[in-house]
């Protein structure tokens, strides 16, 4: 635990700068905007990639989702009033409807994390700072995603080594890219198969399987098969390779 703890340390320290971006960065009203830190740490169990953090939004000046603050954590499930309603987080939502209840998990035993650990800025969000004249900070825009990631690769390196998990359960396309040394582009979503194997980062391998966005699989459309999918390939394979690794154990 004390090593996890130095690394929460760690990252909420010197993730920032790590990457190339400014540790003074700060939301509208001058919060600051820093990494958002795994609250969910647990070891020997399934370890939940995410891409990037969201963000408390607000309303101001009949401007809605309007980037405030942190969340608390990946994931985490909270409330705030954003000046019109009451909010939620809906990622939390996600990942509880579609990963967690259905493989019978216990959050606090998986290991949580994103791999960007900080708030990314949509053309959306830089446009409605500039309306309201306050420049977004200088670098943590969406667009550099698959840039971040990368350079963030070494800090999902150290959380592997800790958490030593018998899954890593990848959210998107975009992070498998990232994970699999594929270029942005249609050539990452072919990553996305209910097929668990070993992923090698820095010498740890680790088996993995490169599942769809969360945000995709809660809108069921007649053209998006994603969402029957997930429940009729993913999850069972998930099931399997968990149930096989605690038979062996």
Not at 99 to 105: A, E, S, T, V
Request: glycine share 6%; with cysteine.
């Amino acid at each position: 635990m004390v090593d996890i703890e130095k690394l929460l340390q760690s990252i909420y320290r010197d993730y920032a700068r790590s990457i190339g971006l400014s540790e003074e960065a700060s939301y509208i009203f001058g919060n600051p905007l820093r990494p958002v830190v795994p609250l969910d740490h647990g070891t020997d169990s399934v370890f939940i990639l995410g891409a990037y953090p969201s963000s408390r939004f607000i309303q101001y000046h009949k401007l809605s989702d309007v980037p405030a603050g942190d969340n608390l954590g990946p994931f985490e499930n909270e409330r705030w009033f954003d000046g019109s309603r009451i909010r939620v987080q809906p990622s939390a939502r996600e990942l509880n409807d579609f990963f967690i209840n259905p493989l019978k998990l216990a959050r606090e035993l998986c290991w949580i994390t994103d791999l960007v650990k900080v708030f990314l800025f949509k053309e959306g969000h830089i446009d409605r700072y500039n309306k309201l004249g306050v420049k977004p900070p200088v670098g943590y825009e969406r667009s550099r995603f698959h840039e971040l990631g990368v350079l963030s690769l070494p800090w999902i390196r150290k959380e592997l080594a800790l958490a030593r998990p018998k899954l890593l359960v990848t959210l998107g396309a975009e992070v498998a890219g990232v994970l699999r040394g594929l270029k942005p582009g249609a050539k990452q979503t072919v990553l996305l198969q209910p097929e668990v194997n070993a992923l090698e980062i820095d010498g740890i391998s680790v088996p993995t399987i490169h599942c769809a966005h969360p945000g995709i699989l809660m809108r069921p459309t007649d053209r998006n098969s994603w969402p029957e999918r997930h429940k009729n390939e993913f999850i069972p394979v998930i099931r399997k390779h968990l149930t096989k690794v605690a038979s062996s154990t």
